[in-house]
């Protein structure tokens, strides 16, 4: 999917929202007898006229072996069988060096066909590069993300000569990974817990759509996002999962969802028309 | 296993070999139709007195979804069954969030019951410290890179504040990520081609493990790595991939395959016996 038909959905559901499919069985109803894949169709079913993305979490599946990884397989080919509008992001963090990422860029764009995948920038060009291959792929490259650990390396100075301006390594990540492609192929992660820092992402990355995990249940805010955030054609894709597709334990979890992803579109809504994007 | 018994096994095999299994169908004979695990089976069956560690790199399996997943599971059982004493790398290059890693921690150590894990550092503590949890198990942290992107961001120059020393990034997550735990759990991927900083390394973490890529068709030189990585108990296990596994395309890829890791189990040997570890 290309930036002006993610735009235009953007502007038809009036949502920027984008729903992480991170199930978690101790958290399904027990009525599901842990069928991944029938709860994430139930979920899907319910909130795909609310959002435009859908993020499944690959680590997720992967934690169930063979068994986790067909739910994987069969979540993606019903969201592209039933809702081929909403935009599908493999979230994988991936990053190899350059043979082995063209492996990966491979399986994600060719065989399974999503729209994007997540990919640490930490090995450099040749790790990303083979993303940026694929016409109407995207590649999210994590930049500032929404965890604690962020600070550990993310936030540090950097300074290569005593000429060169300081920057932190994020902003490195940003300037860097930006010139390998374009604002219609690379997207960066930027958590929501992040404060003013997501400001100074904005200086660096005018242009670029931001995937913005950390809004619920990891505390970070909505308006706070939208402030520093947000640009002329939106260039947002805010997540949220456990805060959606865990609001409820009980047999009423899709219809709980619903209302929470509802409650979301409501407050982007107000957000796109605030800023006469709709 | 623990580091008294993978140097026990480094002592008896005289080698700190670790083979990549990373199966490319391109340069597998034509007579396997395809088939991973046996090329796996067989490459073990014709290596494994010669080596002490198989890393599978998980990219080459999941590029061929559901049918490559099995594969690498049944790999990891083979080798488990047949040479329990032979350390086991998931080359998975995984980090996330807390909670998530959590996930794959548990994947890769309770269900699959693998050695190790290699994890990138980008996303900082929260990321790396549930693998950290196990027993017995390793976590294998993405330090200096053996593709030329490491220079994108590795070895640039960090400095927090005035009074602070300069370090470069790599030297920076050395010296975090060895403090959050130990090295009977935490060893770090140091490239092979990068020559003299590869000295730098042992500087900050004089006795981890180090996990070298590189060796073979990356250009990196053995004795180089041994010159600078070496310590009095190894403290190295040194990777080559396609330089064994895929060194003939023919029906006696096993044989050629076995001579290859022959040829650097007697190179190390040599070094051992110089270094009077053995």
Not at 52 to 73: S, T
Not at 123 to 149: C, Q, R, Y
């Amino acid at each position: 999917m290309n930036r002006q038909e993610l735009i235009k959905q953007i502007k038809t559901k009036k949502s920027f929202l984008c729903v992480g499919l991170d199930p978690d069985l101790d958290k399904m109803p027990e009525s599901l007898h842990g069928d991944i894949f029938e709860f994430n169709k139930q979920i899907i079913d319910s909130t795909a006229r609310y959002c435009v993305a859908y993020k499944p979490n690959l680590a997720f599946y992967e934690a169930h072996g063979l068994k986790g990884y067909e739910a994987y397989e069969k979540t993606v080919e019903y969201i592209k069988d039933n809702y081929p509008e909403i935009f599908i992001i493999a979230d994988a963090k991936r990053g190899d060096i350059g043979n082995t990422s063209r492996m990966y860029a491979k399986s994600f764009f060719e065989i399974q066909d999503v729209d994007a995948v997540t990919v640490a920038p930490y090995m450099g060009k040749d790790s990303v590069a083979p993303f940026l291959e694929f016409d109407g792929h995207w590649v999210v490259v994590l930049a500032l993300t929404s965890n604690p650990g962020s600070h550990d390396f993310q936030t540090k100075t950097i300074q290569d000569s005593p000429t060169d301006a300081k920057c932190q390594l994020f902003e490195k990540v940003l300037s860097t990974v930006s010139s390998w492609g374009t604002d219609e192929n690379i997207m960066f992660v930027v958590g929501a817990t992040q404060g003013s820092l997501f400001a100074d992402v904005r200086k660096v990355v005018p242009t670029n759509f931001l995937l913005v995990p950390g809004v619920g249940a990891q505390g970070g805010s909505l308006e706070e996002v939208a402030k520093y955030g947000l640009i002329p054609d939106c260039g947002l894709l805010v997540n949220s999962s456990r805060g959606i597709i865990h609001a409820s334990k009980n047999d009423d979890f899709a219809k709980v969802a619903q209302e929470k992803a509802k409650e979301l579109q409501e407050q982007m809504c107000e957000i796109l028309r605030q800023a006469n994007i709709i």
